[in-house]
């Protein structure tokens, strides 16, 4: 398993690290513009859809989730194999505090990747617009946050960022797995798979909110820990409030419905 992980393809060898860490200082509040472009195209692609026969678009829907399904299972298993290594290596605090992932063979292209993918990911929305379905406020303001927090903490080098990388790659892996089966409407998915994926989905936001109060913790005791206040304070309150957000979600698509078909 180790021999596989330090096995690194052309574009990982070359990967220029440093530009990218430029490219991010420069151009990360961008994202202010780009979401705000973004909001406004939804609102008026839905109504220019409201009196508009929806597009079905399944096959394009299944191309679009396999890609990002693929994406993410390379993504996981590039950060996700060598995190596992390093924590039984030397531990937990030495794995979440360093930032040496940055510069590593098989991490530094993946993590850029990982931060830049949530801009194209903004096109899920589309879909949704396209196909006249609900679109609720956790969908697009989970996708604004996420994709302005990647691309800030991206350039801040933050040590227990790397954690939400690996949890991010890993839902979406099984997410984006999972919608292009359904776009391809052949098989039945159980409603325990939905169940299960959003389940994921809050076990991921603990998670993150762990991360942060680890690292807030290491600073407030001066441990050395790669970690600033800034982005963990932003990170703590983007992960309590999607905490809350999926929550509700959960509460009134499974339990609630379940209540009251009881």
Same mark, same amino acid.
């Not at 406004?40 to 678009?57: A, E, I, N, P, T």
């Not at 933050?158 to 690996?166: A, D, E, P, V, W």
């Not at 999607?242 to 509700?248: D, K, M, P």
């Given at each position: ?15 220029? %690290?440093?530009?990218?860490?430029? =490219?991010?200082?420069? =151009? ?15 609102? =008026? /692609? ?115 960022? %790397? ?18 089966? %359904?776009?391809? /409407?052949?098989?039945?998915?159980? %409603? ?15 998670? /993150? ?54």
């Amino acid at each position: 398993m180790m021999e596989l992980l330090q096995i690194s393809f052309d574009i990982e060898k070359h990967f220029n %690290r440093h530009a990218t860490f430029k =490219w991010s200082e420069t =151009w990360w509040t961008h994202c202010f513009y780009v979401s705000a472009l973004y909001v406004l195209l939804v609102h =008026w /692609g839905q109504q220019k859809m409201k009196d508009r026969r929806k597009f079905g678009l399944r096959k394009a829907l299944f191309l679009w989730s396999l890609t990002l399904g693929i994406f993410s299972a390379i993504g996981f298993y590039r950060l996700g194999g060598q995190f596992v290594a390093e924590l039984q290596r030397t531990g937990w605090h030495e794995t979440l505090c360093n930032v040496d992932f940055y510069d590593g063979q098989n991490h530094g292209l993946w993590c850029f990747l990982m931060a830049f993918s949530k801009l194209p990911e903004l096109l899920d929305t589309l879909f949704i617009v396209l196909r006249k379905q609900k679109l609720i406020f956790l969908h697009w303001y989970h996708h604004v946050t996420v994709y302005c927090f990647a691309w800030y903490s991206y350039g801040t080098a933050n040590g227990h960022t %790397r954690l939400f990388m690996i949890m991010n790659y890993f839902v979406h892996m099984i997410m984006y797995s999972y919608y292009a089966i %359904r776009a391809q /409407g052949f098989v039945r998915i159980p %409603r325990a798979v939905s169940i299960g994926i959003t389940s994921l989905q809050l076990l991921q936001m603990l998670g /993150g909110m762990g991360a942060c109060v680890y690292s807030l913790l290491m600073l407030l005791y001066g441990i050395p820990c790669h970690a600033e206040y800034t982005n963990i304070c932003i990170g703590l309150l983007m992960y309590i409030s999607y905490t809350v957000l999926f929550g509700h979600f959960f509460y009134v698509n499974y339990l609630k419905k379940k209540e009251t078909n009881s």
